[in-house]
C-alpha cells in the first residue's frame, strides 16, 4: 500500500513539474514578445538624414519656392528643381509636410477675395459656388488633413507576432509619392486640383 502511494506522489510531483515548466516558458515568452513590442522600431521616431549640403542646394534654385513659373520656357528648370528638391529629402519629414499643408491653406485664405475675382472672370461662376467649392470645402479638407496628418502616416503593422519569426517585426510606412504632374479640369480650378496635390503629399 505504501509502495502504491509512493508511486502516486512521484506521479504528482512529475506532472506538477511539467506544468511549472510550461506556464514559466509562456510566461517567458509573453514577456518577450511584450518586451519586443515596446522596443519595436516601428514605434521608434523617424528621423530623415537631411545634411547641410543638402539645405544649400535651395539657394541655387531660381524658381522652387521663390517665384511661380512665368513662361512655358521656365517649365523644365521648375521640373528640375523640382525633383531635386524631393531628392535632397526636404519633403519627407512629417513636420514639413504640415508646414506645407498649413501654407496652402494661408494661401488660400489670404487671396480669397482674388480667387473669386478670377473665377467670376474666367467662367463666370456664381460667387456662392465658388465660395463653397473652391474654398470652403477646400479649406476644410486642408483643416481635416493637417489634423489627422500624423495618424494617417503612422506605421501600419501587416502581421502579427509569430514564434516562428521571433523576433522580427514587419509594418509598412507611408511616405510622398515624389514629383508628380498634376492636371486638372477648367470649371474647379481648386478642388480637384487642390485634391491630388493633398494626396501626394501626404500619401496615405
Known amino acids: 500500500m505504501l509502495g502504491i502511494l509512493d508511486v502516486r506522489t512521484a506521479a504528482l510531483s512529475i506532472d506538477d513539474r511539467t506544468k511549472a515548466a510550461l506556464c514559466l516558458s509562456a510566461g517567458l515568452t509573453c514577456a518577450a514578445l511584450l518586451l519586443q513590442s515596446w522596443s519595436c522600431p516601428m514605434y521608434a521616431s523617424r528621423c530623415y538624414a537631411i545634411d547641410s549640403s543638402d539645405r544649400a542646394r535651395s539657394k541655387a534654385w531660381k524658381i522652387v519656392g521663390k517665384k511661380s513659373v512665368g513662361d512655358i520656357s521656365e517649365i523644365q528648370t521648375c521640373v528640375h528643381e523640382m525633383r531635386d528638391a524631393y531628392g535632397s529629402g526636404c519633403n519627407l519629414p512629417l513636420e514639413n509636410r504640415i508646414a506645407s499643408l498649413s501654407s496652402l491653406l494661408r494661401m488660400i485664405t489670404e487671396n480669397e477675395n482674388h480667387i ?63 514629383t508628380v504632374l498634376v492636371v486638372g479640369p477648367f470649371n474647379y480650378p481648386f478642388f480637384i486640383d487642390d485634391f491630388h496635390c493633398r494626396r501626394c503629399s501626404c500619401r496615405w
Not at 117 to 145: C, F, H, M, N
Open 116 to 178: 473669386l475675382d478670377a473665377v467670376w472672370k474666367d467662367l463666370r461662376r456664381p460667387v456662392g459656388e465658388t465660395l463653397y467649392y473652391d474654398i470652403l470645402l477646400v479649406q476644410s479638407e486642408l483643416r481635416k488633413l493637417i489634423k489627422n496628418l500624423r495618424l494617417w502616416t503612422a506605421p501600419q503593422r501587416i502581421a502579427k507576432h509569430s514564434l516562428l519569426t521571433f523576433p522580427s517585426s514587419q509594418w509598412i510606412e507611408n511616405e510622398p509619392y515624389g
